[in-house]
């Protein structure tokens, strides 16, 4: 996760709408980022403030895309390798397991105060799917927002299990 900028992101965005041709610029940018963050589980969660904010880029959106891709730059070495081992146990001799594993941000944006889900699924310890979703209801407690991002990541692996 890139982790420098989190503060950043999530402290209310007072700064300037971006001049047409520079929120053009953004939007391609973020399009790109949304193409590639299914193998980017690390970004996803920057991915998906960027995305929330491709109707109207501001100057600090911009410094965090920037951020992200300076980020990415750095460590283009990291990458999604395919392991047939589990992340809780080993399947040398058994058939593969689904595990997944889910979390959540409560309250994450001020402004709305809803939270966000995270969540990865793997197949015989490799990562088949990952994602971060803003949640679509506010929830009163952290308790009442890890459930509600448990049984969406138990959802999308129902999906795959299928």
Known sequence: LVTAKLNEIETPDNTEELKPHDA???????????????DLPQCQYVIRYLSTCASKPTQKAMVVLKHLVGYMAGHSDQYVSLKWKGLLRDYECEEPVLEIFSDAHWAADRNT???????????????????SRTQKIVSLSSAESETYAAASAFMDAMLIRT
């Open 24 to 38: 053009s610029i953004y939007r391609s940018c973020v399009g790109i980022l949304l193409y590639l963050s299914p």
């Open 113 to 131: 105060r809803r939270s966000v889900s995270g969540s990865a699924i793997f197949y015989g310890g490799c990562l088949v799917y990952s994602s």
